[in-house]
């Protein structure tokens, strides 16, 4: 009987042992994939803009540094087709003559920080209030990039441009 239990404890513990490997790994895994894809975005900006791309770099570092949050770029520089695309999909999104993106002057970013087994994200649909306490908006101020979530007729809290 005793050794019985003692199997089961010692199946119990390494079950427990491989499933925090396993999130871990995940873990490591998401993380490298947001940074890889954040690198990209920004190669993509600098080829068209270093000013741009410099700009939008310390704003990420700043985030990163000075609040408790991560970045993932969800979007950067957009072809002039990809932003017809958008704008058929959704007639508030801006027209090509008009989008930063198309330009290499915008970003659209999510935010997400650790919360000891998962992860808590901020969004497009969080509120305006969510995004404010975040800092990030106060950052955004010290590079003069305007914030999506100023807009008064489309709620884009992801969205950060050089004016």
Not at 67 to 79: A, F, H, Q
Not at 102 to 126: F, P, T
Request: include cysteine; hydrophobic fraction near 40%; glycine fraction near 6%.
């Amino acid at each position: 009987m005793k050794k019985i239990k003692l199997k089961r404890i010692k199946l119990i513990g390494a079950i427990l042992v491989v499933t925090f490997c396993i999130w871990m790994l995940v873990g490591i895994g998401i993380w490298i994939n947001v940074k890889i894809t954040n690198w990209r975005r920004l190669s993509e900006i600098e080829r068209i803009s270093e000013a741009s791309y410099q700009t939008f770099s310390k704003f990420i570092d700043d985030i990163e540094s000075q609040t408790d949050w991560s970045v993932e770029i969800i979007s950067g520089l957009r072809s002039r087709e990809r932003q017809k695309e958008l704008l058929k999909e959704n007639s508030k999104n801006a027209s090509v003559d008009k989008s930063r993106h198309v330009l290499g002057r915008a970003i659209d970013i999510n935010l997400y920080q650790k919360n000891w087994l998962w992860r808590v994200w901020l969004k497009k649909y969080n509120s305006k209030k969510d995004w404010k306490n975040t800092g990030v908006v106060r950052i955004s101020e010290k590079y003069g990039l305007l914030w999506g979530g100023s807009y008064h007729n489309y709620h884009d809290p992801v969205h950060f441009e050089i004016r």
